[in-house]
């Protein structure tokens, strides 16, 4: 590890690799926050070492985890200004930027929320997935618009994140079913919407988020759900307009399951991968908070929000 890397900075990176921090939104505000305190803390001798280190510190946080475009993302609105001459202005930069970023973040959500809430009706039950503070926010400017809400919730094997959406739900006064993952299908007839998050939206309007969102999607096409797909902007990646993929996480097998029991099975091949991609076919809406789109025009918010390139802070 380069040791230019402030420990908090390696603190946050251990906690987005370990899934103490996770979702896409959280990743990015912890992100920001922890660029912030590189800048804050740094004792560099001119402002071309400060940059080295922001620089360094960003690669650290970048190399976590690899879906969630959000983490990028914010990287880059942090360290967009850093071109001042003197260490003080470039630090001044990074501190705005970032102080900047999670305001909006936070914002958006919120905005997010309130047109999420417009697709959904007093009575209404949802079906959700993984846990994502995006898809959250629409239920709560639902309730907040004093609408009765009930959801399905699915668990989300292997981390089961379906938990924490299942309290973070109770909390809103949401009554909620808890149901395993394999029984969506037979509770898709008794829900009227499919809310999820994304960690990542291409250009061409699919969805990458967590696995399991794409057999849901078929399954709720096939039985009339809409599927609707709360996603800030900051989830719109920049580098599918030019042609590149998005890298699924494969994550440790230990998540699926434990060394003595897979010896007992004959040692099969286990494979773990975090995320999967949801054609936009599958997709009724995505919700955002310049408004709701349909999925194959997202590519027109794109161009408009990052224009056709992007430069990479963290490669030298
Ligand atoms: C989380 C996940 C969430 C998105 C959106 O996966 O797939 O649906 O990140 O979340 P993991 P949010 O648990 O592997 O990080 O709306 O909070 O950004």
Redesign the pocket.
Known sequence: MDDRVHPEVRRTATEIDT?EI??????ADAAARALRTQATESDAADAEAFRGELRAAARTLYET?PT?V?LPNALRYVLRGMSSTTVEGARQNVVESADEFCARLERAQADLGEVGANRLRDGDTIMT???????LACVEAAVEQGKHIEAVVKETRP?N?GHITAKRLDELGVPVTLIVDSAARRYLNDVDHVL????AVAADGSVI??IGTSGLAVNARDRGTPIMV??QTL?LHPGTMTGHTVDIEMRDTAEVIDDETLAELGNPTVKNP??DVTPPRYVDAIVTERGQFPPESIVILMRELFGEGTSEPWVE
């Open positions: 899934m996770r979702g896409a939104a959280t990743i985890r969630a959000s997935h993984c846990h994502s503070t995006d898809a981390r994140q999820v998050g994304a960690d988020n967590k709360a996603a989830k975090a995320f």
